[in-house]
Structure formats: C-alpha cells, structure tokens
C-alpha cells in the first residue's frame, strides 16, 4: 500500500509542474505586457522648462503642478498618471511618478487623455480642412454623440515676453477656439449665425431656443451655447427618427 502511494505521489509531480509553468509563463508573459507598456509610456524626449521658476503665468493647462489622469498611449491605456498639459506647444508631459525628469509623450501616440477631470482627443485635421485655427492636435471634447456630432475647443495660450531691467518674464495669455464636428466636416464656433448655418437643419428651433434660454455666443458664452444647442439638435433629431 505504501508503494502504491508513493507511485500516485509521483505520478502527479508532473502535472503539478505543468501547472507550475504556467502559472511561472502566466505571471512573466503579464509582467512583460505591464512592462513594454510602462517603457512605451516613457520613451518620449525628456521636457525641459522653458519657464522662468518665478515666472507669474504658466504654459500649462489649468494647473502649473502634475495632476493624477489618465491616457491612451500607443495602444497602452494608462491610470492614474501624473500629467501634464503644455497647451502653448500642444504637448502631453508625465513623469515616473514624482521623479523630477519628465517626458513629452509622442503626440501622433496619444489617443486620448483626461486631464483635471475634463477629456482630451485627438483629432487628425485633413489638408482640406486646415484652417480657421483648426490643426492636427488635442482638443477638448465637449459634447460628442458618437462620430456624428461633436462640440470641440482648442485650448492654447499665447506667450510673450516681457523684458526688464532686473528680471525677463513670460506672459501667457488664454485663447480658446471652438469646433463643431457634424457628419465629418468641421464648423469654427464664431457667432450665433456660425452656429446655426453649421447645424443647418431645425434652424427656426434652434433659434427659437436660443432666444427661450438667453444664450450668449460672446467669448463666455460661447461654449455653454453650443454645448445645449448640441443637446438640444440632438433630442430633435432623435424624435424625428422615431
């Protein structure tokens, strides 16, 4: 009886290994793909500050420190990273959590990216299409009913600079554009009447709503309006399909 055991206890010493080595090829195959991704993630050219330490305005997006976001990199998507948005030069930093080095994440890369709570795409503009301060870039989804409308804005800063006689500053200044995508062609968000000639249809509604709900197309304003109005079109076109 002994000897029967034994030879049970040996028989399964190879189906446990078997096991063994895939669990041991399992854990290495998961640990590579964590791994590849976290080197694709920090391949990019190192960003360096152009950005005096006292300087009073910053280049960035909202924030002059990394905050915690998340983004899709060359096929890779990445939580919880420390971001940040350069958007006087259109470039995406991170750093390996805290370290002092940062990285200018490959634009043509980045699918997409959240930032501050708020959704960055980017967006390939066609040769056709390039114009009105509309370029190949990241920009701000605002609204998006799948591929068939979307309210977009470019954010950007200008910089100047200002040269005294004891310190050298730079001033960035905001300005911000807004896009409406419908059925593939690009609209700038200019006016109310930029507005309504890019929706096109339900005109007279969308009129009538503007004038309801007092909305405003002056640079404030501008994109809140477009944002209910997209809302809006959406609703009538969704009713009118049934």
Do not use: W
């Not at 299409?129 to 605002?142: D, K, P, V």
């Not at 591929?147 to 200008?158: F, M, N, P, Y």
């Amino acid at each position: 009886m002994m000897a029967l055991g034994n030879r049970a206890a040996a028989q399964a010493l190879p189906a446990d290994s078997s096991l063994l080595a895939e669990a041991v090829q399992y854990v290495r195959q998961h640990y590579s793909g964590k791994l590849g991704a976290s080197i694709a993630l920090y391949n990019g050219p190192q960003y360096l500050s152009y950005v005096p330490p006292t300087n009073p305005t910053h280049p960035f997006f909202i924030d002059a420190k990394e905050v915690m976001g998340n983004v899709e990199y060359d096929g890779y998507y990445f939580a919880d990273v420390p971001l940040l948005y350069d958007i006087r030069y259109d470039v995406l930093v991170t750093s390996n959590y805290g370290d002092a080095t940062k990285f200018a994440l490959v634009g043509e890369k980045v699918s997409r990216f959240t930032i501050n709570g708020r959704h960055f795409v980017r967006v390939v503009v066609p040769d056709t299409a390039a114009s009105n301060n509309l370029r190949t870039g990241f920009y701000e989804l605002l609204f998006a009913n799948n591929d068939k409308l979307q309210v977009l804005a470019r954010r950007t800063k200008l910089s100047q600079k200002i040269v005294g006689r004891e310190v050298t500053r730079i001033d960035f200044r905001n300005v911000d554009s807004y896009y409406l995508l419908k059925n593939g062609t690009y609209h700038p968000i200019t006016s109310k009447s930029s507005v309504l000639a890019a929706f096109g249809d339900y005109r007279q509604e969308l009129k009538n709503y503007i004038k309801e709900h007092n909305l405003k197309f002056n640079s404030q304003g501008r994109a809140i309006a477009a944002f209910h109005l997209a809302v809006y079109y959406t609703g009538l076109a969704k009713a009118s399909a049934r």
